[in-house]
């Protein structure tokens, strides 16, 4: 059974930084594309950033480029997401996700398409990051 499992979120002020972590079990993710998304109260469900089966290819929404880094380490299954810079619209509950073989060779227009639950496969729980002003 597969579980994708976030954690790192939590409170802090503009201007401070946070590293979510996604833990996969039940199968590898060593050939999947992954992305993070976010969805704010009220709001839909935001693309933020990607990533390719072996790190070498990474993709950011333009509300995040240069403050956050996505990375993987593929020998703990883990997906990574750095968050710094954090300004107040940046409050949501962040999920990764592994994006479907549809969209998997489409990265780039992610921003278009990401903003479906349609566009992946699996998900996590989520992990509420709130930044405060």
């Known amino acids: 059974q597969v579980h994708l499992v976030e954690s790192g979120g939590g409170l802090v002020q503009t201007g401070g930084s946070l590293n979510l972590s996604c833990a996969a079990s039940g199968y590898s993710i060593v050939h999947s594309t992954m992305s993070w998304v976010r969805q704010a109260p009220g709001k839909a469900l935001e693309w933020v950033s990607g990533?390719?089966?072996?790190?070498?290819?990474?993709y950011y929404a333009d509300s995040v480029k240069g403050r956050f880094t996505i990375s993987r380490d593929n020998a703990k299954s883990t997906l990574y997401l750095q968050l710094n810079s954090l300004k107040t619209e940046d409050t949501a509950v962040y999920y990764c996700a592994e994006v479907s073989l549809l969209y998997s060779g489409r990265m780039d227009e992610m921003a278009r398409y990401g903003d479906s639950w349609a566009a992946y496969n699996y998900w996590g729980q989520g992990t509420q990051v709130t930044v405060s002003s």
């Open positions: 990533i390719n089966g072996d790190g070498s290819k990474t």
